[in-house]
């Protein structure tokens, strides 16, 4: 599976709780996405990263949130003290070259997160 | 603020008929329109896109129209098929792409036999 893979695909923390989400970009992929739907909601922009930076995280709550995508493995998106408004489906999306960019963002299945 | 809008959660089309999917933005500076199409417990997946110095494109059943004066676009799918049952997004994209895509709340479009 040559795909944007995301792992957990579901994971349940109880308040207070760390939360780790993973993403493998697709094959030859270098930019990675996180996006963030709640309940009732569209995708929401979180963070934007190349290998080892983080270009834009202007959608990233200012606390408890953070993401990495270092130069060896997955992307990772990592919520610290969980609470219950955290509870969503987590997206991560790949693209090849912000050159190209039209847009065209590949997309993994997402991360169910749930807040008890 | 939302700068793309989709007004209608759910659209409900009979089988073979032409379903019209609409969403509306308020920031002129996008340049890049793009559909997305999403399953239940699925990641959305790539539809169909047009760039803001065209005014209508066609890929097969899919064909999206923009209204650059009206910042309106709408995506038309003829003819209807039960696959097509999902949920829409409309997304945006301004020059550079380096603060992704801005996506609409959706549009449930549900497939009637």
């Known amino acids: 599976n040559a795909g944007v893979m995301q792992n957990p695909r579901h994971l349940v923390r109880r308040r207070g709780q760390e939360a780790r989400l993973r993403c493998s970009p697709m094959k030859g992929h270098s930019h990675v996405y996180w996006y963030r739907q709640l309940p009732e909601e569209g995708l929401k922009f979180m963070v934007y990263?190349?290998?080892?930076?983080?270009?834009?995280e202007s959608g990233m709550p200012k606390e408890r949130f953070s993401a990495e995508f270092p130069k060896e493995g997955p992307s990772i998106l990592r919520i610290q003290q969980v609470v219950r408004g955290d509870s969503a489906a987590y997206f991560c999306?790949?693209?090849?070259?912000?050159?190209?960019?039209?847009?065209?963002?590949?997309f993994g299945e997402g991360s169910r997160l749930t807040v008890l | 603020d939302q700068q793309v809008k989709q007004n209608s959660p759910s659209l409900s089309v009979q089988e073979g008929r032409i379903s019209i999917l609409n969403c509306d933005y308020t920031?002129?500076?996008?340049?890049?329109f793009l559909w997305y199409k999403k399953y239940p417990a699925e990641g959305p997946t790539f539809l169909i896109s047009?760039?803001?110095?065209?005014d209508k494109n066609e890929d097969g059943r899919f064909t999206v129209f923009l209204n650059k004066s009206a910042k309106h676009l709408s995506l038309h799918i003829v003819p209807s098929q039960p696959g097509d049952s999902a949920v829409y997004f409309c997304?945006?994209?301004?020059?550079?792409?380096?603060?992704?895509?801005?996506f609409g709340k959706g549009t449930h479009l549900i497939i009637q036999p």
């Open positions: 047009i760039s803001s110095i065209k």
């Open positions: 997304a945006a994209l301004t020059g550079g792409g380096a603060d992704g895509l801005t």
């Open positions: 990263l190349q290998k080892e930076n983080i270009i834009d």
């Open positions: 999306a790949s693209s090849p070259l912000l050159g190209s960019n039209t847009g065209e963002l590949f």
């Open positions: 920031n002129s500076m996008f340049d890049y």
